[in-house]
């Protein structure tokens, strides 16, 4: 059988490479790249590090608003479903490229097939929750993380075809972890084993926000250990756009680094004292490298880990982000919230099994 399948960000990069090393031994896969982290720094390197198979198509679509970004992936993944005539589209997450992947399969009658479906945020003004939602009811096949994001299928009215695997994410972080203690150590950034935070901030409800920007930074001026903060372009760029530059060249602990590559976070992830995030991912691989985090949003799609104990939502604006990291120490990290490891060898017998 054939399966195409479909990614374009960072996050869906390294998902990818544990399913499709399992998927390419017993079927034939066709990988688009849509391109949408056009940064080699930001998504580039990652087929090289995680050893996943050069795109058949690289659709170069890059950065655009939202309606012209999707609509490129639409009208060009169509023209590869045309050529190509898969058996099922496979897609990732909650990005544009998943939607563009879904819409584009679901109108040529071509099975979707959904790899963390069932995630919720409740926040409609989340472009992410728009795009999950519609994906998951033009769905054939849905491969849920948890228990929790299978009942909120169960909600919809979605029960058919529906399977907690566990998390894809974690087969990688187990996978990868050794390979990045190899390859980097904290000596090249300057650094001490538990004695910096690490920081990443790109999600628009921050970066949209002069004021919330502010209050993060000024926060992080605040603490006595070292911020470490990979710089998301978007964050670089409004940083600018907002004048705040002076709150990051005066603040003498912060160290603002490119983008890293994937490995290079994994590593920063497991020797940090404290993670600070925005990023969906991020919450995860906190909890498997058994790190406090805090999560610079009002509302997660992961609150398993919130539950447990070990990830603390903060609002800037109105909370001493500076007083909860230092406050805030979770101890148990021992619930297997996201499976066992193997989500890639469970996710490809479900669907040997559905195409018998």
């Known amino acids: 059988m054939k399966i195409l399948t479909i990614a374009g960000t960072r996050p869906q990069l390294v998902k990818v490479a544990p399913v499709s090393r399992e998927l390419r031994k017993h079927a034939t896969e066709v990988l688009i790249n849509t391109g949408q982290h056009y940064d080699y720094n930001m998504a580039g390197i990652f087929f090289d590090e995680l050893g996943i198979p050069k795109p058949d198509y690289d659709l170069g679509i890059g950065s655009a608003s939202h309606g012209k970004q999707t609509g490129d992936m639409l009208t060009a993944i169509e023209e590869v479903i045309f050529s190509e005539k898969p058996d099922a589209v496979l897609v990732y997450g909650d990005t544009n490229s998943t939607l563009a992947g879904a819409l584009a399969a679901s109108k040529l009658y071509i099975p979707v097939i959904h790899i963390e479906a069932g995630l919720r945020s ?72 538990k004695e910096y935070i690490l920081a990443t901030i790109h999600r628009a409800d921050n970066t949209d926000s002069k004021e919330k920007l502010t209050a993060i930074f000024k926060a992080f001026a605040g603490l006595e250990e070292t911020i470490v903060l990979p710089l998301h372009p978007r964050t670089k760029h409004k940083i600018s756009e907002y004048g ?6 005066d603040g003498s602990n912060l160290q603002v680094i490119e983008p890293v590559s994937y490995l290079e976070m994994l590593l920063l992830e497991k020797y940090a004292k404290a993670i600070v995030t925005d990023s969906g991912g991020v919450q995860k691989e906190a909890y498997f490298a058994a790190v406090p985090c805090l999560t610079l949003r009002s509302e997660t799609e992961w609150v398993e880990t919130v539950e447990a104990g070990c990830n603390r939502l903060v609002n800037p604006l109105v909370e001493d982000l500076a007083t909860i990291i230092q406050a805030f120490k979770p101890t148990d990290y021992s619930k297997p919230l996201y499976g066992d490891g193997q989500a890639s060898e469970k996710i490809v017998k479900e669907i040997l099994k559905y195409f018998g």
């Open 244 to 249: 705040l530059s002076s709150l990051i060249e």
């Open 122 to 193: 409740f926040n409609k003004k989340m472009p992410e929750e728009i795009n999950r939602i519609l994906t998951d009811h033009v769905s054939t096949l849905l491969f849920s993380p948890t228990e929790i994001a299978v009942q909120n299928l169960k909600n919809e009215n979605i029960t058919e075809n529906v399977v907690n695997v566990g998390d894809v994410m974690y087969d990688a972080v187990l996978y990868n972890t050794s390979i990045a203690e190899e390859k980097y150590n904290l000596a090249q950034f300057g650094i001490k084993e």
